[in-house]
């Protein structure tokens, strides 16, 4: 046996002791009611999402065929950034091929080494790495702590900072204090990076996300990111911002320089998925009442967008929950160490507008069962 081959052995074999082991599955059970993907509006098989994917795909081909800033910008990249940036109501936007080179783009074009970055403990591994790659010293705050954000600002030595957290927390589903933050920057003149993954298509009577959803302005003190592979029900990201830090990403961010367009079938979803939302705004609202009831039957607080998540008393017993759910016909998920922020197993459940008033009632009845010792 070579060393790396012992060494991830061994590494194999403490993962699996702990109950640890991940393991990737293309099994999708027919006839169980999903409460564990992100398609948050139930478009990822709408018709009409997928006609447009289509007809980006036939009139620009089946990839970008080159980074954006060769020849891989395609028409549908325009007007899916007119798109967002309307929904989100900033003045521009950029998109990427995934939310996760947003994030890493976004701290590593802004957070350089004359600026501070102060980072949620509670943050997505994309913007911890974008913070790790960034070269500004990184300022990891506890969860949803005001004091602590501005403690690190008023005592920073740096001429500029960025605070970094998520609208609403993709594990947890509490949402950050976007007006008490927003205010927190201009006072100290920062940057606010909301993260609205779980936030758009979900928060807000249009679906806007929590940060439009709260009118918060000036505009210029925020930069919106988000994924596409949520609410947007394909693959992609996308940065909403002013017009100069759009151009200050483009000229600059090594992961959208040196990465491929956004695929055109991905922009042409996304702009699809935009268009159902804006004829059918009621989905989100479906969405936030479709979770208000699972987190009842839970027994959690009511979350701010679709995400919940109940505690286990370990891994071993999360996972047995989601089989004892599934038996039941009820697919949930489960997120332990280190995929969760606290280091606690947890069952983590997502609500969808297409959830039947039927397999609510299901649902719920399940999961009451599940946390009834
Ligand atoms: C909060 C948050 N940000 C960013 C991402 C990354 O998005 P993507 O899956 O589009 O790379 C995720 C992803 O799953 C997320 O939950």
């Known amino acids: 046996m070579n060393s790396f081959e012992h060494h991830l052995r061994s590494a194999a074999e403490r993962r699996e002791a702990a109950g ?102 509670h943050n997505h591994a994309s913007l911890i790495d974008g913070a790790r790659l960034a070269r500004g010293v990184v300022s990891v705050v506890p969860h949803l702590d005001l004091d602590a954000v501005e403690h690190a600002l008023r005592t920073r030595t740096q001429p500029r900072a960025l605070v970094v957290v998520e609208s609403v927390f993709s594990v947890l589903g509490d949402a950050s204090d976007l007006p008490a933050l927003l205010a927190l920057v201009e006072e100290h003149d920062a940057l606010l990076v909301v993260d609205e993954a779980h936030g758009m298509g979900v928060c807000g009577e249009h679906g806007e996300g929590l940060t439009a959803s709260l009118a918060l302005t000036p505009s210029d ?77 839970l027994e959690v607080p009511t979350p701010a967008g679709a995400v919940l998540s109940a505690p286990m008393l370990g891994p071993q017993e999360a996972l047995a929950a989601v089989q004892r759910a599934a038996e039941a016909g009820v697919r949930i998920g489960c997120f332990r160490p280190p995929s969760t922020p606290d280091g606690t197993s947890r069952l983590r459940l997502t609500a969808h507008a297409g959830l039947t008033d039927a397999e609510l009632d299901h649902a719920t009845t399940v999961l009451n069962e599940l946390i009834t010792p």
């Open 221 to 297: 003190r925020l930069v919106i990111t988000t994924s596409l592979s949520k609410s947007f029900a394909t693959g992609g990201g996308a940065a909403m911002c002013t017009p100069l830090v759009r151009e200050h990403l483009v000229n600059t961010a090594r992961p959208f320089i040196f990465d491929t367009g956004l695929a055109p079938a991905c922009a042409g979803a996304a702009l699809g998925a935009y268009e159902v939302l804006r004829d059918e705004p009621e989905r989100a609202a479906r969405v936030r009442i479709a979770a208000a009831r699972l987190a009842d039957a």
């Open 20 to 121: 640890l082991t991940r393991r990737l599955s293309s099994d999708h059970p027919t006839g169980l009611i999903d409460l564990a993907g992100n398609d948050y509006l139930s478009l990822r098989t709408h018709p009409r999402v997928l006609e447009a994917s289509a007809d980006a795909a036939r009139q620009h081909g089946a990839g970008a065929g080159a980074s954006r800033l060769v020849t891989g910008t395609w028409p549908v990249h325009d007007q899916l950034e007119s798109a967002l940036a309307e929904l989100s109501n900033m003045p521009a936007a950029l998109v990427f091929s995934t939310g996760y080179h947003v994030n890493l783009s976004v701290l590593t074009a802004l957070g350089d080494a004359d600026c501070l970055i102060i980072s949620d403990a």
